[in-house]
């Protein structure tokens, strides 16, 4: 008997863990009775009995896997000359040199500009972004910006998981939008452009963020803890992941009046309790797939400055065309950049991505679990890289018990945090060896 692409993607995707919830699927149920639901492992997509879903849905599908040579290929017109950072037009770091769009960006406020850009110029008529505090302030939404002031809401970093593709029934005919997506929603709605998708096809523009690590929602409870609220005994007022001054700090609000605020480097200690599956089977760290990419600029000339810098990667001419022209008009201050020098700034998550995320997908196939397949492998593999690989993944399987997750609820974040950040550093010098071992002429082949 041969399965509908429902029932193979509950069966083989959605069970099976590896659903990155990005609501392509929820998006191409013709009677609209499918929706993403959210669950302890971010939204998943809930069928109705007899939904009858089309081919279409299981091969855009990036939790089973993409096929990223033939991507490349359809959508860039060739296979990326540089690994690492994808197909480009061209790297430059920098920031908005508007202060308010600035300051109210998680980094150097480029992406939130350029859409403004785009909306004030006429090239789009609203653009789809996710924004923290949606419907409740610890949950957060895919909404749709029409003003400036909209976007602005918008412009702070998420760390949750958000279902943003599932909108694309909503979009209202003959309206052209921009996107801000996750590298594996970007992946998924080029290849639903590529079919010819109408409402696809009506996002012009496809802007994204560097991405690294996620976590659950439960990540805040157990932050909460650690501060001494249990459930039921306060309740969010506000939460923003990168408040205040480049990098930030998490900063939550209670209704009781309570204000608990942790460095970005600090609360990171939910990392390895709550990592999302998505977070460590994906190899794209760059969004690849957009036409604009942006991430933080980690590097000792930009963060002396303060005020938050961007490494800004253009993928498109249409897109190249935008940033020259807010160039020109003095709205941004960008730089050309190397983009070796730019990768160097995100070497560790590079590694992490492209050739962990392929272990560590390797390590589930062994063991008897679905991973996604993708069509590309690193041409080479260091044995001490994969021994590093195993240590890594064993650190996050112990994280993720119930038994982990109850001690580290219960210890003070302000013990945790500094421990864990010291902790960081150190793997971090003893692993480089190994994660910086010829990543700079990484090579993948197909197969």
Not at 299 to 327: I, K
């Amino acid at each position: 008997m041969t399965l509908s692409a429902a029932e193979r993607l509950m069966r083989d995707v959605v069970r099976s863990g590896i659903c990155t919830g990005c609501g392509a699927c929820v998006a191409l149920d013709a009677e609209r009775r499918s929706v993403m639901k959210d669950s302890p492992f971010g939204p998943v997509p809930e069928f109705h009995p007899d939904t009858a879903l089309p081919e279409l849905a299981w091969e855009v599908c990036p939790g089973k896997g993409i096929r990223y040579a033939d991507l490349y290929r359809r959508h860039c017109g060739a296979l990326p000359g540089n690994w690492l950072l994808g197909c480009f037009q061209a790297v430059r770091t920098g920031h908005s040199a508007v202060p308010e769009i600035r300051r109210a960006g998680a980094s150097g406020g480029v992406m939130t500009h350029v859409l403004i850009h785009m909306l004030e110029t006429g090239r789009i008529d609203a653009a789809i972004v996710v924004r923290q505090g949606v419907p409740e302030p610890e949950r957060a939404r895919v909404v749709v910006a029409a003003t400036r002031e909209d976007i602005l809401a918008s412009a702070q970093s998420v760390y949750i998981p958000v279902s943003v593709l599932d909108i694309l029934p909503k979009l209202e005919d003959g309206k052209r939008y921009a996107m801000t997506c996750l590298p594996d929603q970007a992946a998924a709605l080029r290849q639903l452009q590529l079919a010819g998708h109408p409402r696809a096809l009506q996002v012009k523009y496809v802007l994204g963020p560097y991405t690294g690590t996620a976590i659950y929602p439960a990540a805040i409870d157990c932050y909460l803890r650690s501060k001494g609220i249990a459930p039921g005994m306060d309740r969010i007022e506000s939460l923003q992941w990168r408040a205040g001054e480049w990098p930030g700090y998490m900063e939550i609000r209670m209704v009781s009046g309570k204000l608990f605020q942790s460095k970005k480097f600090y609360y990171n200690f939910l990392i390895p309790f709550f990592v999302t599956q998505n977070s460590l089977q994906s190899v794209d760290f760059t969004n690849e797939f957009t036409d604009l990419s942006v991430g933080d600029a980690w590097s000792p000339r930009f963060e002396g400055l303060g005020g938050g810098h961007s490494v800004v990667v253009t993928r498109s001419e249409a897109m190249e065309a935008v940033v020259r022209e807010m160039e020109a008009r003095g709205l941004l201050a960008l730089a050309a950049e190397d983009p070796m020098r730019a990768l160097e700034m995100h070497g560790h998550m590079l590694d992490f991505k492209k050739r962990g995320g392929f272990i560590r997908n390797r390590i589930r196939v062994f063991c008897g679990r679905k991973a996604p397949e993708y069509d590309i492998r690193p041409a080479e593999l260091a044995r001490s890289r994969v021994l590093v690989e195993l240590v890594v993944s064993g650190l996050f399987w112990c994280g993720s018990t119930r038994l982990a997750r109850w001690v580290v609820a219960r210890i003070p974040e302000t013990v945790i945090g500094p421990v864990f950040n010291r902790l960081r550093l150190a793997w971090k010098a003893m692993s480089k060896p190994a994660k910086r071992k010829a990543l700079g002429e990484m090579r993948m082949v197909e197969g």
